[in-house]
């Protein structure tokens, strides 16, 4: 069965600290990986995804496939960063997304 | 570009009673997808459409149904409907051909409150 797992519900860090929001996922066959972001008050949009492999907005995410996990990182956390995190596995070309439960990260100043 | 809308954006039901929610893509793209997002399950996916065809579809009751116009806009209709239907329905559309996972565009969503 397609799962994936964001470990974290909440997380908070100060300005400037590095961050890292969890994501391990179980999906057959060849995953597309992907993390959203929710910021307040606006709409669900894309972040990353682990095929283009850049960094955006500071945020990097390596795809392991051994440990099955895609983990977001920040070495700098802002507080603009403040917002809901979902790590999402979608089946090669397909459009069906499976969202993970979230994690909600605060930047304290 | 226009960003996906949705409408209508608040609307209040009566247990028993059916809804159609729209959804308009950003033009150019031709898979349209609907998430249920409550606070106990989180987002959940519900089905996709891509040019009039149902290509995707979630573990949801035949309730749930959608469709798909020649422009690409789309509905989804809840039949019956109960408590738990009460939800934040997004929709999302892609430039998707099926190659490939493309980013998807979400609206602001339809609040549904059912009692």
């Known amino acids: 069965a397609q799962r994936v797992t964001q470990p974290e519900k909440l997380l908070s860090v100060f300005k400037g600290a590095p961050v890292e929001l969890k994501c391990n996922y179980s999906?057959?066959?060849?995953?597309?990986l992907f993390w959203y972001v929710q910021y307040s008050r606006q709409r669900l949009q894309l972040l990353l995804r682990?095929?283009s492999r850049e960094s955006i907005k500071g945020f990097t995410a390596d795809l392991n496939k051994g440990e099955t996990s895609f983990h977001l990182k920040k070495p700098f956390a802002q507080e603009e960063d403040s917002a809901m995190y979902y790590c999402v596995p979608t089946q090669g070309g397909s459009e069906k997304l499976v969202f993970g439960k979230g994690t909600k990260l605060t930047v304290n100043p | 570009k226009a960003g996906v809308t949705q409408t209508p954006r608040y609307l209040i039901k009566t247990r028993g009673q059916q809804v159609t929610l729209s959804c308009s893509p950003i033009s150019g793209h031709r898979s349209v997808s609907w998430y249920q997002q409550t606070p106990g399950q989180g987002l959940q996916f519900l089905f996709e459409y891509f040019s009039e065809t149902q290509r995707n579809k979630g573990n949801f009751p035949g309730r749930f149904s959608g469709r798909q116009f020649s422009n690409s806009r789309s509905e989804m209709n809840v039949s019956t409907l109960e408590l738990g239907d009460s939800a934040l329905y997004l929709c999302a559309s892609s430039y998707s051909t099926g190659a490939s996972s493309y980013e998807q565009y979400f609206g602001p969503g339809t609040r549904l409150t059912v009692t």
């Open positions: 682990h095929i």
């Open positions: 999906y057959s066959g060849s995953p597309e």
